[in-house]
């Protein structure tokens, strides 16, 4: 199924935190995420055991998070044949290979691109800090919609939240761990080529997850160490917690 908000129409807080919300719940666990990208690679589907048997989990495990994927509608359920007595078992397969998730913020190019000129007027180091204050005062506001209520996530915890968030947004986002240090991986920019012309844009989603991270655990740095803009095969954005 394919999951697409019209980028025409206007969310309401609540309707923009549940659609977030949703996202987040399946594809914010990394086993689920993985899980997902695998039976999206198996054309004839996968069933519990052999999820089970990749991943080294319980089959009840494994069947948790399938379950959890058709829920939302990102995977089709379907059965095996049987020629005995055995019970069909669940075949789960995806039937689009892609997910698109689309909000207002991706598909206003004439101001994101009118955004990367008027930066490009600034000196180097006050556009960096323009964009970064945009989006870390947007990112604070990504974080009351995602849960206004809880308090009490861990660094891991709010990273993996955050990589759900920017993924909501287009960003394809993740939280991985490098080394010592954990770290949110972007395989997509929804700035496009905006941020190819205008690099200093790349401030805006480093200060969204600054602005993210702290409203859900506390105040950190954030340091982009690579770029898709800048010709890196990924973003690659290094977070630390004061």
């Not at 899980?35 to 495990?61: P, W």
Request: hydrophobic residues 35%; negative net charge; proline residues 3%.
């Amino acid at each position: 199924m394919n999951k697409i908000l019209d980028s025409e129409q206007y969310l309401s807080p609540t309707e923009f935190s549940s659609a977030v919300s949703a996202i987040t719940s399946a594809f914010g666990d990394p086993t689920r995420r993985d899980i997902y990208l695998h039976v999206r690679t198996c054309q004839e589907g996968m069933t519990a055991s052999e999820i089970s048997e990749k991943f080294d989990l319980h089959t009840n495990v494994a069947r948790h998070h399938l379950d959890k994927l058709a829920a939302g509608g990102y995977l089709d359920v379907g059965w095996s044949a049987t020629t005995g007595a055995g019970r069909p078992a669940k075949i789960y397969s995806c039937s689009e290979s892609n997910i698109s998730i689309q909000f207002p913020i991706r598909h206003h190019d004439v101001l994101i691109t009118l955004l990367g000129k008027a930066l490009s007027l600034l000196s180097e180091k006050d556009a960096e800090q323009l964009a970064e204050e945009v989006g870390i005062e947007y990112g604070r506001t990504m974080a009351e919609s995602l849960s206004p209520e809880e308090t009490g996530y861990s660094f891991r915890q709010s990273l993996h939240v955050i990589a759900g968030a920017l993924t909501a947004h287009g960003f394809s986002a993740h939280a991985e761990q490098f080394g010592e240090d954990l770290q949110i991986v972007t395989e997509h920019c929804p700035f496009g080529d905006a941020a190819v012309q205008h690099p200093v844009i790349c401030a805006v989603d480093r200060g969204m997850v600054k602005g993210m991270l702290g409203s859900l655990y506390g105040h950190g740095t954030t340091t982009l160490s690579a770029s898709l803009p800048q010709g890196d095969e990924v973003c690659v954005t290094a977070v630390d917690f004061d």
